[in-house]
């Protein structure tokens, strides 16, 4: 489901026993639990991280726009290959100001720093923040198939390690159920593939 709320909506009006309704944030928890015991949520993970990896020099500025990139990439981009992070930095408006790479802060820079934060994010250090949830299980390997049915509703609205994690949990011989529009897809900003509902008719023969 695709949020919360109505996750607890649709568990209401199951009869199905064997049936449940998480969101895909869910689902990635619950393999980051089964791996990391006592993790706790933090919203400020990102931002830790980054201060960590770029130092006490650091200019706020530049840690906000790499822990911005950061939790982009961490939902778009979870394997990154060269230029990769820095193309997602250029489509999210993320790029260092002039002023800022006169300092050496370049958006190659910026592309090296996000990539070790992503590394120092795979550690454990007792806490996770959301981008993690649905990360985490896919860059450290952790999904498993698990449903032998997997249906899911807002589809446009995923991004690629969503997509990821969605197909990982079904079992091999299992079936995947895809509900979407492409003309609603509103999550853009947020790192949402504009190609997910095309993405997923190649990769399922659908």
Same mark, same amino acid.
């Given at each position: ?33 089964? @791996? ?101 299980? &896919?860059? @450290? ?10 249906? &899911? ?51 399922? @023969?659908?």
């Amino acid at each position: 489901a695709f949020n919360k709320r109505i996750a607890e909506e649709l568990q209401a009006k199951l009869r199905n026993p064997a049936a449940e309704v998480k969101t895909l944030h869910a689902i990635g928890f619950m393999f980051v639990r089964r @791996n990391w015991t006592n993790v706790r949520p933090d919203d400020t993970r990102g931002e830790r991280i980054a201060r960590a990896v770029m130092g006490d020099q650091a200019p706020d500025p530049m840690i906000r726009l790499v822990t911005q990139l950061v939790s982009k990439a961490k939902g778009m981009c979870p394997f990154p290959k060269p230029g990769q992070l820095a193309e997602i930095a250029i489509a999210h408006g993320l790029e260092p100001d002039e002023e800022w790479e006169d300092e050496g802060w370049t958006l190659e820079k910026m592309e090296r720093t996000a990539e070790r934060c992503m590394e120092r994010a795979c550690v454990k250090d007792g806490t996770i923040d959301f981008d993690d949830m649905v990360f985490l299980p &896919i860059r @450290n390997k952790w999904v498993r198939p698990r449903y032998d049915l997997v249906v &899911i509703d807002e589809a446009q609205d995923m991004n690629p390690v969503q997509i990821m994690l969605a197909q990982g949990v079904c079992k091999p011989k299992g079936r995947t159920f895809v509900v979407g529009d492409d003309r609603q897809a509103i999550y853009g900003f947020r790192g949402a593939d504009s190609n997910s509902l095309d993405r997923l008719k190649k990769e399922l @023969n659908a």
